[in-house]
């Protein structure tokens, strides 16, 4: 049978899904026409890392924090949330699909496919997913109560270093970035960049008195991200970069594929091991300020920012909380990025979802 580069939403697989098809044609799973296709079996060698992270055993509650049996489609499914696409396959579909893949594979066993699974790393120790978070935490209260340049509990900053390299990207000259401003008036296109030292209080990233210019990825973004009222009124500036821009990006870890992240350079395991301590930091940043946050609470994210700083990088770009699929960059350096033009709106209406 064959499956298809549609099966799939993690990039790593499609990519090497299209490399090694011989052509386009049906799927027999998600039913695309005219796609890169690929029969099962030949998907088998490529998956093998990812079928031997698996040991048969009654629930998956350490890795998924589930107390009920879980098979091993299902477990993919959840860990994996952009492994497949759930837009073109039902879950008895990749169960299926799944299948076929594995019994390619020399060490295929019914009933690890069959029967309720667990990762092994998470039986054997080795992926505590609190070790990382609790170091996090005891860093985080540390600095915010106890020292503030010395400290005890500190990071383990080359795993940092090591981690952060892999999730670093550069966006090319010429780039547009937004960034907002509520004024009554128009504002002027030298009124729409980072404030003054003088004048700059502490944000998510930026310490008291340095300022870093924080940027979105759309004009919509920019919208939620100001929180601005009915009737209020905004401008907003079009940044453009003169130079690339070298970041580290930690939005939306979790969409990352299991094969997506091996080209990223980590192992399967590997990645596995500092997962949840990146959607930790993740979560941090993303947090949006608010106004009964005291300026303490900023110090253990703007420690982060500047270690990230110090390693060479322009910014820090995060996913945003208040827009859904929008995404913000903290630039500790705007020295390439120009407001080429600026636009002025009243708002009119508000729209809710719950």
Not at 339 to 351: A, M, W
Request: aromatic share 12%; proline share 4%.
């Amino acid at each position: 049978m064959n499956c298809c580069v549609n099966c799939f939403a993690d990039q790593g697989l499609r990519n090497r899904i299209e490399a090694e098809s011989n052509g386009k044609g049906l799927c027999d799973f998600c039913e695309s026409k005219d796609v890169f296709v690929i029969a099962c079996e030949e998907l088998s060698d490529i998956f093998d890392a990812l079928f031997e992270l698996y040991i048969n055993h009654p629930t998956a509650a350490l890795s998924l924090k589930d107390d009920r049996p879980v098979s091993m489609h299902e477990h993919l499914i959840c860990y994996w949330p952009k492994l497949f696409d759930s837009n073109k396959l039902k879950s008895k579909d990749v169960k299926q699909l799944l299948n076929q893949i594995g019994r390619g594979w020399v060490g295929f066993k019914e009933s690890l496919f069959e029967e309720p699974v667990e990762l092994q790393i998470y039986l054997n120790g080795e992926a505590n997913d609190d070790s990382h978070r609790m170091q996090w935490e005891k860093f985080a209260s540390e600095i915010k109560e106890e020292n503030r340049f010395f400290i005890t509990n500190t990071l383990d900053l080359e795993l940092l270093e090591s981690t952060f390299s892999r999730f670093a990207k550069t966006y090319p000259a010429g780039t547009h970035f937004y960034r907002a401003r509520i004024s009554d008036r128009p504002l002027e296109i030298d009124e729409l960049g980072k404030p003054p030292k003088q004048f700059t209080t502490p944000g998510r990233a930026n310490p008291v008195g340095i300022p870093y210019l924080y940027i979105s990825e759309s004009e919509e973004t920019t919208f939620y991200e100001t929180r601005v009222s009915l009737h209020e009124s905004i401008s907003i500036g079009r940044f453009t970069l003169i130079a690339p821009l070298q970041i580290i990006s930690l939005k939306n870890i979790e969409d990352y594929g299991p094969f997506e992240i091996q080209d990223r350079g980590f192992d399967i395991e590997e990645f596995m091991l500092v997962r949840s301590y990146l959607l930790k930091l993740e979560e941090e940043l993303s947090k949006p300020v608010r106004k009964q946050d005291v300026n303490l609470d900023y110090l253990p994210t703007q420690y982060l920012c500047e270690y990230i700083k110090s390693l060479g990088f322009h910014a820090v770009e995060y996913r945003s909380a208040m827009k859904v699929g929008g995404y913000n960059l903290a630039v500790f350096n705007d020295a390439d990025l120009v407001c080429t033009g600026v636009k002025h709106y009243h708002v009119k209406g508000l729209k809710y979802d719950w």
